[in-house]
């Protein structure tokens, strides 16, 4: 299987902070790379997909890059409603699996 | 819209089973594929499998392989995932996703979740 490794695991920010989140396959995926946001006792949502295309109606502060083991989320300023934990997810080979989650709270 | 309701909250004792249903609305159910994701309590998503609803073809995690059924009724739009010989361990979230069959997308839209616990 192949193992998502997400770092940092949490970090503390600022409204109007840039924020980076990392996350890093354990194999080369192509561009078949998710990001999810999940708040607390709600479901998660999808952000990006092909590691960085926005889903419909995600706001253009969210941005992703990256390609084969090593990619990027990015939030350019930080607003209230972000603060939640994110998750990526490779789906270029089965089983999918996820990161272990970054949470991102309010400094 | 899109919608995915799932169905309410179970409590199971260990060995017995737990069939989850999601109940899709507000687009052609069978042109997509659902999945089914849980998630225990502090834990990460842990992806279980999915069905092809427009042919019913099924794929399993090796972690479930035997334990774990999806279904589908196209007649009702509704999706089933049944897990047999539950543990205590099994005690988490659990929540159906959409993925279109084709391109390049990953999950677009989530069931609201549905908690199964596992208590003797």
């Known amino acids: 299987d192949i193992q998502m490794t997400q770092s940092p695991s949490s970090l503390s920010a600022s409204v109007g902070d840039r924020v980076t989140i990392t996350c890093r396959a354990s194999?080369?995926?192509?561009?078949?790379l998710a990001w999810f946001q999940q708040k607390p006792g709600k479901a998660p949502e999808s952000l990006i997909y092909s590691a960085s295309s926005l889903q419909s109606g995600v706001p253009s502060r969210f941005s992703g890059s990256g390609s084969g083991t090593d990619f990027t989320l990015t939030i350019s300023s930080l607003q209230p409603e972000d603060f939640a934990t994110y998750y990526c997810q490779q789906y270029n080979f089965y089983p999918l699996t996820f990161g272990g989650g970054t949470k991102v709270e309010i400094k | 819209q899109v919608q995915l309701l799932q169905s309410g909250a179970e409590v199971k004792k260990p060995g017995a089973s737990v069939e989850v249903s999601c109940k899709a609305s507000?687009?052609?159910?069978?042109?997509?594929?659902l999945h089914w994701v849980r998630q225990a309590p502090g834990q990460r998503l842990e992806w279980m499998g999915w069905i092809n609803v427009g042919n019913g073809l099924t794929s399993y995690s090796q972690n479930f392989q035997g334990r774990v059924t999806i279904t589908r009724d196209t007649s009702a739009n509704t999706a089933y995932m049944e897990l047999r010989s539950l543990r205590s361990e099994d005690t988490a979230m659990y929540y159906c996703?959409?993925?279109?069959?084709?391109?390049?997308?990953?999950?677009?839209?989530w069931g609201q979740g549905s908690l199964v616990t596992v208590s003797s």
């Open positions: 194999q080369g995926i192509s561009n078949y």
């Open positions: 507000g687009y052609t159910f069978t042109s997509y594929a």
């Open positions: 996703a959409r993925r279109p069959l084709s391109g390049t997308y990953s999950f677009d839209n």
